[in-house]
């Protein structure tokens, strides 16, 4: 195959830029539509990029996904029983998990891989790109997109969950077990997170480092106001990020560098986050007890 | 009995934090007493070693500080990390004006550095304010953003305006006559500590003792009830910010001005970074209470001053300890630790209790014809 021309790779890096944060976006989606916020999803997409790339070193790409996945899975579980079975706040596990990863990733890139900074993924744990660029996990978190909000809007699972965060209270007398519903949705969020981390560690960027997130889990929490709880239309927003995002590096390799100075250009990404989500509030409408713990009377 | 109650969840997090990091440094090949060791007895009971944990305790005082003001005022104000950037550019910018104003190079100095510190941070506060009041952004987002925003542009001063000639990965470093007073000589610690336990006493007498700052109490435990007595919720949210960007924009501004050796912002921020995140952590300790900062900000600076010699003694990673935050400010998150203790302590006394009433039946028991399991008596 010829090689790609520059607008392919520049769209290709758009792809691989929003990825992780589609998939994030349309797991806390789900988790906010039943009324739990969950602020630890940077956290969560630092430990799954960790443990994604020890489970690939040792048992392939696909396992490395897998393990991501389900530290996701974990952390969300934590999350859940903090704030739908014991009814904590749910800004402050997320801000425990956060700093957690923000010592246990680089603790670990010390202990097990023996490197202070960051770590190469050696080519064999890393996955296959269809074509060699464009990766089957983008396209699943395309896909997902699309499966999320049928099961929001077009399956019964999707109404129970929308109602348990727009009136847990009436839920629960009509006898929808609001707690395992959040926690359902909230595991499952948090699942895609720690899946947006393996991916990036083993997939998109080829490496784990110890701020690999950079901010991307509070850019996705973003999103999902940005889209307006809409998985369809966080695809939209989420491209418009990853554009930035990519744009941000492009620029860096173009003649604008000798104008615009390399790190004024990376606040590009956050500048545009703050925009969007300033602009179009006021249009858009959150589910209507989300991040309040349900309490019975 | 409320605070005590408080106190002690504070302290079942602690002990939840160290056990659980015990149990990871153990699995990583560490003896977690060696480490635990060489941590407390260096940075509390040698005399440089608590000198530094002060040292290290006093920009998170007041980090915490900003958080705490914000929850009490009913929001998350997490933009505490930028806007100590911010107070540190002040700082860096008066520094470098003073090798062309000699003027600068006094306490006059010291001063200014202060103000243009301060009034950076609040601005940066402030445009997480307003976002929050005017178009209802949510503030962690925005404070998360602006945060790495203020990264990027401390960077950006850095490296083309405010860099030492003669080392370029640090900004020129404050001239001598406006450096904040070493306390112990020899040591690290300087005023700065003096500074932020002089401002969190101030924000207690603010918060406790003046209108404005009962205006943003009520505001912040029920906005509804504080608009319906007259107040205005908004007007506390802005005081709140400012406050909190008042805070870490003294952080900031004193590590540039009061830390030896460097005084002045490192390349990648290094010496700044994440104080802003452990000053949430402080305030989570400390209950959001102006004093528990206080106290909770020295026990922070124990765990960090004592990470560098856990690290050179024991060899442990400096990271452990946020690690053992990050568990610490997870078990604050469930409410009521000390509750489930007490909860769990009284059932197993019950069932302690219930085991030994079936050993005392099987001896001089009648009647209802229930056999323990297993007894052989007749």
Redesign the interface.
Known sequence: MAAPSGSLLFAIGVLNAMTPILLTAIGEILAERAGVVNIGLEGIIMLGAMTGVMAAEAAGPWVGLLAGLLTGAALGLLHAVITAYLKGDHIIPGIGINTLALGLVPFMLIVHWHSAGQHQVPSYARVPDIAGYISPVSLTAIALSVIMWYILFRTPWGLVVRSVGENPEAADTVGIHVERVQAIAVVIGASLAGLAGAFMSLDWLGTLTKEIAAGRGFIALALVVFSNWDPLQALGGAALFGFFDTLSIWVKNTTLKQVVPSSLINTLPYVVTLIAVAGVLGRVRPPKHVGVPYKRE | MEALLRFGESIVALIIGLAIGAV?LYY??YSPWEAYYQLFYNAVLDKYGFARSLAEAAPLILTGITFAVGVRAGL?N?GAEGQLYFGALGAAIVAWLAYRMPVLNSPLGTIAAYALGVILASLLALIAAV?KVW????E???T???N??AF??V??MR??YLFDPHDATKTIPVPPGARLPILLPDSELSATIIVSVGFALLTYYLLWYTVTGYELRASGLSPKAARYAGMDPNKSIIIAFIVGGVAAGLAGAGEVLGRPPHYAITSGLSNLL?MG?DG??VA?IGANHPIGVIFAGILLGVLKSGASYMQIFAGV?L?????????????????GTLHMVREYLQRRKKLTQLREQEAGKSHGFEGSGLQPSGAQQQ
């Open positions: 990871i990583a090949g998350f997490i976002l178009r209802g952004v949510h962690v987002v925005s998360i953003m602006l790495w925003i990027w542009i960077e950006f490296i083309h994440n995140f949430i952590t989570l990673p990271e452990m300890v946020r690690i053992i935050e990050g568990i610490i400010v997870i078990a604050l998150a469930v409410p």
